[in-house]
Nanobody
Framework: QPQLAESGGGQVQPGGSLRVSCAAS????????IYWFREAPGKEREGVSC????????DYVDSVKGRFTISRDNAKNTVYLQMNDLKHEDTAVYYC??????????????????WGKGTLVTVSL
C-alpha cells in the first residue's frame, strides 16, 4: 500500500535548525509534486512549501521564505525540508503530501493523492 512517512521532527530552541524528511514506500515520487503542510495547535492546516516533480521549481509561503529549503532526492524516493532560524510560530505537526503531476499548484489539502501521518516540530527554550 503506498505510503508517505515523515521523520526528523523534534524539539529545538529558537534560532535552531531541523531537517524533516518524507520517504515514500510502495510507489515512486518521480511522478509527483511534493508539498509540506503544517498544523499548529488550534489553527488550520496551512501549506508551507512545494517542489515540482523535477525539483526545478520550488515555492514557499512568505512566513518561511529565506529560512526553509525544500529539496528532493528521487533516487532515494525522499523529499526534505531544511528549516533554519526556527521561531516559536513554526511549532506544528508537519505533513508531507504528494500530488500527481509536474508542477506545484495550489496548497489545496483536499486535492492531494497521498499524505503522511506527520512529525511534530516544537520550537521552545
Amino acid at each position: 500500500q503506498p505510503q508517505l512517512a515523515e521523520s526528523g521532527g523534534g524539539q529545538v530552541q529558537p534560532g535552531g535548525s531541523l531537517r524533516v524528511s518524507c520517504a515514500a514506500s510502495e510507489f515512486t515520487l518521480d511522478y509527483y509534486a511534493i508539498y509540506w503542510f503544517r498544523e499548529a495547535p488550534g489553527k488550520e492546516r496551512e501549506g508551507v512549501s512545494c517542489i515540482s516533480r523535477s525539483g526545478g521549481s520550488t515555492d514557499y509561503v512568505d512566513s518561511v521564505k529565506g529560512r526553509f529549503t525544500i529539496s528532493r532526492d528521487n533516487a532515494k524516493n525522499t523529499v526534505y525540508l531544511q528549516m533554519n532560524d526556527l521561531k516559536h510560530e513554526d511549532t506544528a505537526v508537519y505533513y508531507c503530501a504528494a500530488q500527481r503531476g509536474t508542477h506545484c499548484w495550489y496548497y489545496d489539502y483536499n486535492n492531494m493523492d497521498y499524505w503522511g501521518k506527520g512529525t511534530l516540530v516544537t520550537v521552545s527554550l
